[in-house]
C-alpha cells in the first residue's frame, strides 16, 4: 500500500512561485510512475505533469515552461515547482503513483494512490 503527503502548498500572489513536495511511504519508489494533478471549485481533476522511474518526464500543454516536476528516489520524495503562478493555478493539487506500465502519463485513471492535497491560492 502507498501513502503519499503533499506540502508545500499556500497563499501566493499572481507571478510568484512555489514548491510542492510529496513524500512517499509503504512502497519500493522505483516500481511507480508518479504524478501532480490539480482540481479547481466545480472542475475536473487535470494532469499537469508525471514523470516515470528512469526519470522521463511529461507535461500538459499548459504546463510546459511554467512548471518543473523532480523527484528524489533515495528520499521517496517527488516534487512540483511552479513559476509565473496565476490566479487561475487556484486548485488543490495532488500528487498520485500508478504501476500500469513503464511510461507515466497525465491521465486521471492511469493513478491508484492518491494523497489528500495540498491548497494553492494565487491572487491577483
Known amino acids: 500500500q502507498v501513502q503519499l503527503a503533499e506540502s508545500g502548498g499556500g497563499s501566493v500572489q499572481a507571478g510568484g512561485s512555489l514548491r510542492l513536495s510529496c513524500e512517499a511511504s509503504g512502497t519500493t519508489y522505483g516500481r511507480y510512475y508518479w504524478g501532480w494533478f490539480r482540481q479547481a471549485p466545480g472542475k475536473e481533476r487535470e494532469g499537469i505533469a508525471c514523470?516515470?522511474?528512469?526519470?522521463?518526464?511529461r507535461y500538459a500543454s499548459y504546463a510546459q515552461g511554467r512548471f518543473i516536476i523532480s523527484q528524489d528516489n533515495a528520499d521517496k520524495n517527488l516534487y512540483l515547482r511552479m513559476n509565473s503562478l496565476q490566479p487561475e493555478d487556484t486548485a488543490m493539487y495532488y500528487c498520485a503513483a500508478g504501476a500500469d506500465g513503464d511510461w507515466c502519463s497525465v491521465i486521471r485513471t492511469d493513478y491508484t494512490y492518491w494523497g489528500q492535497g495540498t491548497q494553492v491560492t494565487v491572487s491577483s
Open positions: 514523470i516515470d522511474r528512469y526519470g522521463l518526464s
